[in-house]
């Protein structure tokens, strides 16, 4: 049997998923992976092993001892720093990627039409759905959550449901930036409402910090909530750590004062 090869357009929507799936789900089982190989043509195992390739160039996967496979290919190594150099671009690849099935009317042949992967609702769609919907609506989300193991970075909270993804520097401040998963912690709604408010920084050595308005605010009740978490150190992320050059033009633009350095 003929070895199918990987095109450069399937290994982009391959990694698009493998950033969005925290290091443990990259199985055959994992339903994502699933519904990417029947788009694909290919089976579960051939997709996870693609992203256990991957995950054999992540810094932060084989610095922390963890392994990938090793039939990472030059193609692989090429899509992995075009991703790292321009995520927005190679993010409106991925979500624009359909099947080479795709017949003149926009739609899969009717045999295929069921194995289209929409990987936000796990649900069948068309592929012209796929491409109105704005680029890397989720992806940013998903990945950011995915970074942390699906953990508010400060508290441990772990229902993805109270959690969001939260821009270091603003989406509309940094374009290049605002799909790129080093822009990004995952907080708890309040935290992250803080934070987004310049009422929570993180410091140099990758501590929490709150501002005084909180820490010395006259409610009781503000107080003792936050100030348990004031200097805490944030979770280790599992791919990519906060960007310091971004953590520092948050502090110098967005934070409303601590009583401390930072």
């Not at 199918?4 to 950033?19: D, I, S, V």
């Not at 932060?60 to 150099?85: E, H, M």
């Not at 140099?204 to 503000?222: N, P, Q, V, W």
């Amino acid at each position: 049997m003929a070895i199918k090869r990987w095109t450069e357009a399937e290994t982009k929507r391959a990694l698009y998923l493998y950033f969005q799936l925290p290091f443990g789900q990259l199985h055959s089982g994992n339903t994502e992976i699933i519904a990417l190989a029947r788009m694909f043509g290919r089976t579960p195992s051939s997709i996870a092993m693609k992203l256990a390739n991957f995950a054999s160039l992540d810094p932060k996967i084989t610095n922390s001892g963890r392994k990938g496979l090793v039939g990472a290919t030059a193609l692989d190594r090429q899509v992995w720093a075009d991703f790292n150099g321009d995520w927005t671009r190679l993010i409106a690849d991925a979500e624009n990627f359909v099947p080479s099935e795709l017949g003149e009317d926009n739609t899969l042949k009717e045999e295929r039409r069921d194995f289209i992967y929409e990987p936000f609702s796990g649900e069948a769609t068309t592929v012209a759905a796929i491409i109105e919907q704005r680029v890397g609506q989720n992806f940013f989300r998903r990945a950011v959550l995915a970074n942390y193991d699906n953990k508010c970075c400060v508290t441990g909270i772990a229902d993805p449901r109270l959690l969001n993804a939260s821009h270091i520097v603003p989406w509309s401040v940094d374009k290049k930036n605002r799909h790129n998963p080093e822009n990004g912690l995952c907080l708890s709604a309040t935290f992250d409402r803080a934070f987004d408010r310049g009422l929570m920084a993180v410091d140099k050595s990758g501590r929490a910090r709150f501002s005084d308005g909180l820490l010395k605010s006259e409610s009781a009740e503000t107080r003792s909530f936050f100030r348990p978490y004031e200097g805490t150190v944030l979770l280790e992320a599992s791919r990519f750590n906060p960007n310091s050059e971004f953590l520092q033009w948050h502090h110098e633009n967005c934070f409303l004062g601590y009583h401390g350095n930072v």
